[in-house]
């Protein structure tokens, strides 16, 4: 397998990962992807990573942690509008807002709507 398709599968993997509710497993193929290419969307993909690992905090039930890396994944895809690698980054920011805002209300993690996590699906 050539880079290119190295890379892409990388991706490819989290994204699936990402949309089956396997945070940890999405955030290490985009892990794999960050540090062992250079990228020139290199923050997109840390943004990505961020936004996982948000999602594993809460699982875990590290409120502070989840409301962390989220506030940071957020500031990461700032930069992005439009379409960035197949995902549409208006609505990716508008479900991240939404999150922020499900995680101010709560202190209990448990009763976190996982409905609410934004997909990454055109």
Request: with cysteine; glycine share 6%; net charge negative.
């Amino acid at each position: 397998m050539n880079e290119a398709a190295e890379k892409e599968a990388l991706f490819q993997k989290g994204l699936m990962e990402y949309e089956k509710g396997d945070y940890f497993e999405a955030h290490e193929a985009w892990e794999d992807l960050w540090s062992d290419y250079n990228l020139t969307d290199r923050k997109f993909i840390q943004g990505l990573i961020q936004l996982s690992v948000s999602f594993v905090h809460l699982r875990n039930g590290n409120m502070n942690g989840a409301r962390s890396l989220l506030k940071k994944c957020s500031e990461k895809f700032q930069p992005y509008q439009h379409l960035q690698r197949g995902i549409n980054m208006d609505e990716l920011k508008m479900g991240i807002e939404t999150v922020a805002l499900a995680y101010e209300e709560i202190d209990d993690p448990t009763i976190f709507d996982w409905d609410l996590v934004p997909s990454l699906k055109e």
